[in-house]
């Protein structure tokens, strides 16, 4: 039997299906130009991808996380920092492929370019899956981003078993919106991805109560959660509108805050708490990431988050 969200008092595991990227950061005066040769002045080497990113925020904000994913074993190192970060390796598997990575330029401005390449991160197959969540249990949540393969056969799979699934469809690729998305507990989407979803024109950015009936009808059970950088974040659920405003801060690097906010929502959310409670965390914690440098390493510990006064 599954228990009602409202009645749950135990921290609940969470799966996450999620990439490991290897970040090459690249600090230049300018973005490279076609046929230029470029020296960069620093050169950082740190765990990214958006899976690695939201496990750290889910085991910093407080959740047992058991993260599923591939890497070579050349990044061993590197990936050790999910692992201190306290996240559990249940399913996480060397291969031969090169892992995840991406190839970061950031200029004197902020402005960054990046090459991202799936490596390990598109190695698993339809036949893997189930050995995957051979622990899973139903009720239980898994978290997916758009970074590894075999995403819709997973989205299937979970909820065969009556996993409760968390979705970030980032990067938004057109075939996103042939996955079964009607199977989803949560879908996390920005201003861009949501129209992508609903084909609606991006300029101007459609206001939050027009999205209310069209994502009511289109995915009815399902809770849309809907960052809006430093305008804050919404949710749509049961009809219902829920707005929340950034918190007014220095920003520094925004790196890392989408990532933030998913994991600290999703705590707060499988635990039980009010929607409103769980947007308000979220943000508070994605606000003390962006008056930081770094991605993972600007998540922050729930400690900071309940200490951080406006
Ligand atoms: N300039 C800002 N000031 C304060 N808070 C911010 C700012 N930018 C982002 N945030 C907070 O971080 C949350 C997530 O940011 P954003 O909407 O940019 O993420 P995203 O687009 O989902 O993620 P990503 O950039 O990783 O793809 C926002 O909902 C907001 O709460």
Redesign the pocket.
């Known amino acids: 039997m599954q228990l009602s969200r409202f009645t749950q008092t135990v921290v609940m595991p969470i799966y996450n299906y999620g990439s490991i990227n290897i970040d090459h950061v690249y600090r230049v005066p300018h973005l490279v130009r076609p046929g230029e040769t470029l020296s960069s002045q620093d050169y950082q080497q740190v765990l990214g991808g958006k899976g690695a990113n939201q496990s750290i925020a889910l085991a910093r904000a407080g959740s047992e996380v058991l993260h599923i994913g591939r890497y070579n074993l050349a990044d061993q190192a590197l990936v050790h920092t999910l692992i201190d970060a306290g996240v559990s390796p249940i399913y996480l598997a060397t291969v031969t492929e090169p892992s995840g990575h991406a190839i970061i330029q950031v200029d004197d401005q902020g402005e960054n370019s990046i090459i991202l390449y799936a490596g390990a991160n598109h190695s698993f197959t339809p036949d893997q899956l189930v050995c995957c969540l051979q622990t899973a249990q139903a009720g239980d949540w898994l978290l997916l981003q758009n970074e590894c393969s075999c995403t819709q056969e997973m989205i299937e799979l979970a909820a065969a078993r009556g996993l409760q699934l968390a979705f970030n469809p980032?990067p938004m690729q057109a075939a996103v919106k042939e996955l079964p998305l009607e199977r989803l507990a949560v879908l996390f989407v920005?201003q861009v991805e949501v129209c992508q979803l609903l084909d609606l024109p991006l300029e101007p950015p459609p206001a939050l109560a027009d999205l209310v009936a069209l994502l009511q009808t289109r995915w009815p059970t399902t809770l849309v959660v809907i960052?809006?950088?430093?305008q804050?974040?919404a949710s749509i659920y049961q009809g219902q509108l829920e707005f929340v405003p950034?918190?007014p801060?220095q920003?520094v690097d925004?790196t890392?805050?989408?990532?933030t906010?998913t994991g600290y929502f999703l705590h707060a959310w499988m635990q039980g708490q009010p929607l409103r409670t769980a947007l308000e965390r979220a943000?508070k914690a994605?606000?003390l990431c962006?008056q930081r440098v770094g991605a993972s390493s600007s998540i922050p510990y729930a400690a900071e988050v309940d200490a951080f006064e406006q």
């Open positions: 980032a920005n960052t809006l950088g430093a804050g974040a950034a918190l801060v920003v925004t890392g805050a989408g990532d906010f943000v994605s606000a962006v």
